[in-house]
């Protein structure tokens, strides 16, 4: 596993309160106004416990570092969507039946809804608006869906995509069928998934050409 | 019943580093903890708000739960290594392709690559009824919803019964029944082995758990001996939609034959009762026997004796007949992915 | 006139890059300064009266900002329509809370709070008692003598004939009031339900006839004695019905996902009791609709309410769970046959009795559908419908694509199949036979001279001839049947057809000095593409490329025409004529401007290539010069005059882009002689394993009959799309359901089973056949709904080609269904007990 750093990530030369002062007047933490969820504030005493957790963490998304202030419940998708502005990973059930929160955590493609933020400290997530270049220019698989426009309502869309984009980092030729059972974890409701399998095929023949 | 079943309430999480500090943590909270590993049964039950521990102790950071490794000739599997990285290490594949085909027909992509191998086998029922929070004999209660004249029934047991009717719903368990694994349980006061076919409990052992660990306890590891490497395997899955779906029925079978006979065999059937069932009866009919369409006749027929069907599962009784056949009979044709 | 440069080509939608790149805004991904959030308290019985609410402890909590229940909300009132007639409020109709929930998850409160956790821990602490009342959640126990009434007064709705219209016109009757009633069985009438049949309720309120019965069966060779049933199935749109509201200077703000951005004005401001003016909805992307927010409902009332109540905005999420309870589901059908037939396989006569399973708020039109449809898509010679739609402690139905339609072929297509098998007859040539063509005639005489309705059109037989011709038909048919090892491969063919357009919305748009075709749609962005599909057709008639073309969508406040919202397969059809319209209108314009500028009479001058010009060659000007001229014109020009034909609120939008261009503003008045009507025939061959019951769909093919071809591949998106909807139906969508206690059992994807990409046909394929209709400008019908009853009984059929006819009795066909019944030689999964 990649995260040696497990228990916190805050320096330890620092005091945790003001290193919390410190961050919180230069800005560097993400506003979080509005939509904070309440914090837990079961237990005092943990403090010293072994793996305690502290809620002021760093996350890499789409390859910046971001502080960010977050619950001992808090999954992912919350994380993304209401701290971090990222509202291109969508919440379709919440309960990891239907992908469209389909986030990759290292490359691998993971039900945003159903991971602990606090799992992923220090890990390198990437969402879906993290895919095209910073001139704009799309991602080979996001052009394999214009090229062949394979959704309808599109609600699935990023997860699909991130989860194909996942795929095919383990296995950048598939046959129709491998790519099918690739992506087999996320749910359309609108189209007839030939079409959608046909713009990730495209997607993953852009990749190729690109590469 | 609960009038609402959203919004994960909040606990206090820990993330030991290893597993001394997991165990340590356990042994702290005792029961009021809530052991996590890939999370994806745990997060039902929480977001759902019917389990509600004070305690998360979440596994993730323990790097010593993870891996693959060869081990007295055979393997040791981490309890927090993810379903994928087990259906795709080639020691895995290579000698106990049964194990990597089960873990490669758990749910989906995403949940095999977070879900754990100790996850999947000592995650809870999939019962209806006592998901939804109902107070039936396995939530401490004293009636079983799921076994009642108008109970909608049609996923659970056909054998081994005993007040509750729910079923284990792993792939990856019967598969390791089949391969006579030992599953190496940690706690405070030391580490104790226990047979994967000892591991899984019916109701009529402790009706509110599926396994044997106790509160205090981590499943660590999971060893595979040499015994079956490199035989003939046979499992096949039956569900209704063909990817994120739970057995009606799944099947997992290791044979050895000398010449046409079969010399040695164990068959195992998950989902037909609230632990994968090792078929010895099956077993010891067939040894000796050719591999045949007689041998797997009889087969099916002694698989099923004593089975009961429930108002909507009598399909379970014909469908594990076939699917036994076809573990004997062996060949291609599993039609699961 | 030149081939077409934009009306049948392929172009990519102008959305789709904000889709990809996660950029496009759902209902939940806008925010508000100072947003709280909303959670709903569910009842958890299926029918109670609260006896004691108590939310002081909630309401004390920190973060707690406002709790909203049945007292606060405003009381039904009586409304008056376009027509002047006075439509009563249903006293009994849904409410978006309540104090005597009528279903399990039926909401009865909503607590808005800081935060989503102090919301839900609130509605913990909320002390409320019930009362238990009588419930029932499958419609023929409610039927059965002594039976449960879902509510207090009955189990069906009865709805008075309306009064006869008054001598010599006038004002029209104002809709009878309806009410509820109670309906069973007479003893001797059960006797029947032996052998699964469904016995027949003589008394049964929705009933019609037309030709003569008897005689038709007594010209049959063959009389077929069938019960079926079809699933109740939620639409279970990938997207939630979330909504955020706020209030902004008496101005009511929703944000949410509908497939009528316009006309879920009206539906808010009736629900919350304010002037339609008041309302603006934003809807810019909506997550999947097939029918389920037409124009929206309580979830968009809840949190408007709530954010009145706590002067903030409020968020309110739906769990996937609460979209079982309150996202729509369609009916299930179950329905009893008498067919007859001759011995080519004609039909003579049908007596046709279906039971609906209604939900608990107002009736639906499924029902009656199952009649209409089946009298339409195979012509019986003579018909007798008897119908009920029964009241039940489940949640609420709502129309699904294809309404009444995909259940009518689910219960008709299974016997027809049947019939052909018995006489020996090809499944495509018996569907052949019996389809419709030309004006054919359908549904129950109606009006004072009892007349039959006709379709505009009908090509059903050349897409059966040109779908059994790509399918292979003959070719495959010969190998159903065989059995290789334990598989066994089948195939079918299915006809489906529905409602395909409505007419009379308006066009809008306005040509700038810029040269820019700026077009405004009130059509609700779900996906299909209609959004902008309708609109080529405006660009097509003045000539003006498609990068040229700007279209503004999804928000009121954005001055949008009055326009059909995208339910019923109606938009390609309604909105592409308004288009049309709107183009006319605008091509006169251009026409007079350059008459008026360079001489010669306006039918002198041809708009193409961005030019109004002289016939033939000669002085013309730019669309950009005729738009400055336009502005200096005025009156009509430039929208200071308006036609007075057009819709109210496409008035006031036209008014208020005033003077910015040239206006092409005008309502569909084209003539329509009949009913719009679309066909699909769908063909699918499925592997069956006897050994476990379990099937794969190898290949499916859907041929649409949908007139003119508008965009190709969005048309394939819907066919397919919609088809997939269908199998579904067919191989596994279902609701769970315990009788005792009423609740839901299957309350998640994996228990609803909505197919997934393995689930779905191996192969799949679609054409059109590509003949225009008759009875409108652009010649295109719409497509939403008769996929899906093709894909669903394509599929079945197939089944039963493979297994003989003694496998279902039901759908959706699983694998224990199939298993027991090639043990047993019989169907023997409980042929009537409803959501099982």
């Known amino acids: ?211 | 019943m609960a009038v609402i079943h959203d919004v994960m309430p909040a606990f206090e999480l820990f993330q030991p580093g290893s597993i001394s500090d997991a165990v340590a943590l356990l042994n702290r909270y005792g029961a009021s903890a809530w052991v996590m590993a890939g999370g994806l049964d745990s997060f039902d039950w929480l977001k759902d708000r019917i389990k509600r521990p004070s305690v998360v102790v979440d596994l993730s950071q323990v790097q010593g739960l993870r891996g693959i490794k060869a081990a007295n000739g055979g393997l040791e599997i981490g309890a927090g290594t993810t379903l994928t990285e087990l259906a795709r290490d080639p020691q895995v594949r290579d000698n106990f392709g049964l194990l990597a085909e089960a873990a490669e027909l758990v749910a989906s992509p995403q949940i095999r690559n977070q879900g754990t191998i100790g996850g999947n086998v000592s995650q809870d029922t999939r019962c209806w009824y006592y998901r939804a929070g109902w107070s039936c004999y396995r939530a401490g209660g004293n009636i079983c919803y799921a076994d009642s004249p108008t109970a909608i029934n049609r996923e659970h047991a056909i054998l081994d019964a005993d007040r509750c009717v729910a079923v284990n719903p792993s792939d990856t368990a019967p598969a390791l029944v089949a391969l006579d694994a030992q599953m190496v349980i940690q706690s405070a006061s030391g580490e104790r082995i226990v047979n994967a076919e000892d591991y899984f409990i019916g109701p009529g052992v402790d009706i509110t758990r599926m396994t044997v660990l106790a509160p205090g306890e981590l499943l660590k590891a999971i060893r595979i001996p040499p015994t079956w490497a490199g035989a003939q395997f046979y499992f096949e899955k039956v569900r209704d939609r063909n990817v994120w779906d739970f057995p009606l029925l799944n099947v997992a079978a290791a044979a050895k034959y000398s010449g046409e006979n079969i010399a040695g065999i164990r068959v195992v059937i998950n989902a037909a009762a609230a632990r994968p069932l090792r078929l010895h009866a099956v077993e010891a009919a067939v040894i000796g026997k050719p591999r045949n369409e007689e041998t797997a006749t009889l087969a099916g027929q002694l698989a099923i004796q004593g089975a009961q069907a429930l108002r909507y599962n009598g399909y379970k009784i014909p469908l594990m007949r076939n699917l036994v056949k076809r573990a004997i009979r062996g060949g291609s044709g599993t039609w699961t992915s | 006139m030149a081939a077409p440069k934009l009306v049948g080509q392929n172009y990519t939608v102008p959305d789709l890059v904000a889709k990809v790149t996660g950029k496009s805004k759902y209902a939940e991904d806008f925010r508000a300064e100072g947003m709280i959030f909303a959670k709903l308290l569910l009842s958890p019985l299926p029918h109670a009266r609260v006896t004691r609410l108590d939310t002081t402890a909630a309401m004390a909590m920190p973060g707690v900002k406002a709790i909203l229940t049945f007292d606060d909300l405003p009381k039904p009132a009586d409304s008056i329509n376009d027509n002047g007639q006075v439509i009563f409020a249903n006293i009994d109709g849904e409410v978006p809370l309540t104090n005597e929930p009528v279903y399990q998850g039926q909401p009865i409160l909503a607590v808005a709070a800081v935060d989503e956790v102090t919301a839900a821990d609130a509605i913990e602490k909320i002390q409320i008692d019930f009362e238990p009342l009588p419930f029932v959640v499958d419609p023929l126990v409610s039927l059965r003598p002594g039976g449960p009434n879902a509510r207090t007064k009955g189990n069906y709705w009865f709805i008075p004939p309306p009064a006869p219209a008054p001598p010599g016109g006038g004002q029209a009757q104002n809709p009878p009031r309806p009410d509820i009633k109670e309906l069973k069985y007479a003893d001797g009438e059960l006797a029947e339900a032996k052998d699964g049949q469904l016995p027949i309720l003589s008394t049964a309120p929705e009933t019609w006839a037309y030709g003569d019965l008897e005689a038709g069966f007594k010209e049959a060779a063959l009389v077929l004695d069938e019960t079926y049933v079809s699933p109740d199935t939620s639409h279970q749109t990938l997207e939630t019905r979330t909504c955020m509201a706020y209030w902004q200077n008496g101005k009511l703000h929703i944000y949410t996902g509908t497939q009528s951005t316009v006309q879920t004005v009206g539906g808010v401001a009736r629900w919350v009791g304010i002037p339609p003016e008041n309302v603006v909805v934003v809807s810019e992307y909506t997550g999947g609709g097939f029918g389920s927010k037409i124009t929206g409902g309580i979830s968009l009332i809840i949190p408007a309410l709530l954010a009145k109540k706590a002067n903030a905005p409020v968020m309110m999420r739906i769990s996937r769970e609460e979209e079982h309870y309150i996202g729509r589901a369609r009916p299930g059908v179950r329905s009893r046959m008498k067919v007859g037939f001759t011995k080519e396989g004609r039909i003579t006569a049908l007596d046709m009795f279906s039971v609906s399973d209604n939900g608990p708020f107002e009736r639906q039109g499924d029902c009656n559908n199952t009649g209409v449809i089946a009298s339409l898509a195979y012509q019986p010679k003579a018909m007798r419908f008897r119908g009920i739609s029964v009241l039940t402690n489940t949640p609420p139905r709502g129309p699904q694509s294809q309404p009444g339609g995909t259940q009518s072929h689910i219960v008709m297509e299974p016997v027809i199949a049947k019939a052909a098998r018995k006489l020996g007859i090809d499944q495509v040539a018996i569907r052949r036979l019996n389809s419709p063509e030309g004006k054919a005639l359908f549904g129950p005489p109606a009006g004072p001279k009892a007349v039959r309705q006709y379709v505009t059109s009908a090509f059903i037989k050349q897409a059966l001839d040109k779908g059994a011709q790509m399918f292979r038909w003959d070719e495959r048919k010969l190998e159903s049947g065989k059995r290789k090892g334990s598989k066994v491969r089948g195939v079918g063919v299915a006809v489906s057809t529905y409602s395909a357009g409505s007419v009379g919305f308006d066009g809008l748009f306005v040509i700038k000095p810029d040269g820019m075709l700026y077009v405004q749609s009130g059509i609700g962005n779900h996906g299909t593409g209609s959004v902008s599909d309708c609109h080529r057709v405006s660009a097509e008639l003045l000539g003006v490329p498609w990068d040229k073309v700007v279209v503004t969508s999804g928000d009121t406040s954005k001055n949008l025409p009055w326009t059909c919202p995208s339910g019923g397969s109606q938009t390609i059809h309604a909105m592409t004529r308004a288009a049309h319209a709107a183009g006319m209108d605008a091509k006169k314009k251009l026409q007079e401007i350059a008459a008026k500028d360079l001489g010669g009479r306006p039918e002198d001058y041809d708009v193409a290539g961005e030019r109004v010009a002289r016939k033939g060659g000669g002085p013309g000007m730019t669309l950009a010069k005729a738009a400055q001229r336009a502005v200096e014109l005025g009156g009509a020009y430039d929208g200071h005059e308006l036609p007075k034909d057009i819709n109210r609120f496409t008035r006031t939008s036209a008014t208020a882009l005033v003077g910015q261009g040239l206006m092409g503003v005008a309502k569909d008045n084209y003539p329509h002689d009949g009913q719009s009507r679309s066909f699909v025939a769908g063909f699918a061959e499925v592997e069956i394993d006897v050994e476990t019951g379990k099937y794969h769909i190898l290949d499916y093919l859907a041929v649409a009959d949908v007139g003119t071809v508008i965009h190709p591949r969005n048309l394939g998106g819907q066919i397919l799309g919609r088809s997939m909807l269908g199998i579904g139906h067919a191989i596994g969508q279902k609701w769970v359901y315990d009788q005792h206690y009423g609740v839901a059992l299957a309350r998640r994807f994996h228990h609803n089973k909505p197919p997934t990409i393995l689930d779905a046909p191996q192969h799949m394929d679609w054409a059109a056949v590509e003949l225009p209709d008759p009875e409108t400008p652009t010649g295109a019908r719409g497509i939403g709904e008769p996929p899906v009853g093709a894909g669903a009984c394509a599929v079945l059929n197939a089944i039963s080609d493979a297994l003989g006819d003694e496998i279902f009795r039901r759908a959706p066909v699983t694998l224990d269904m199939i298993l027991t019944a090639l043990e047993a030689g019989r169907p023997t999964t409980e042929p009537l007990t409803a959501h099982i």
């Open chain 1, 1 to 211: 596993m990649e995260d040696k750093d497990v228990t916190e990530d805050i320096p330890k030369n620092v005091s945790r309160r003001n290193f919390i002062k410190g961050v919180v007047a230069s800005g560097a933490v993400v506003s979080t106004t509005g939509y904070l969820w309440r914090s837990s504030a079961l237990h005092g005493q943990q403090a010293s416990a072994p793996g305690s957790v502290e809620r002021l963490i760093t996350l890499n998304v789409n390859g910046q570092d971001r502080r960010v202030d977050v619950l001992k419940q808090e999954t992912l998708a919350t994380t993304l969507r209401y701290k971090l502005g990222l509202t291109g990973t969508k919440l379709g059930c919440d309960r990891a039946e239907c992908g469209a929160c389909t986030v990759l955590v290292d490359d691998v493609p993971r039900y945003a809804c159903s991971v602990l933020t606090h799992t992923v400290r220090g890990r390198k997530i990437a969402t879906i608006e993290g895919l095209a270049a910073a001139d704009g220019t799309l991602h080979p698989v996001q052009q394999g869906v214009i090229d062949e426009q394979g959704f309808q309502c599109a609600f699935c869309m990023s997860g699909f995509i991130m989860a194909t984009v996942g795929y095919l980092k383990t296995n950048p030729n598939p046959t129709r069928t491998e790519l099918a059972h690739g992506i087999s974890g996320n749910l359309c409701r609108c189209q007839d998934y030939d079409k959608i399998l046909t713009a990730m095929m495209c997607g993953a023949e852009n990749m190729r050409k690109k590469a």
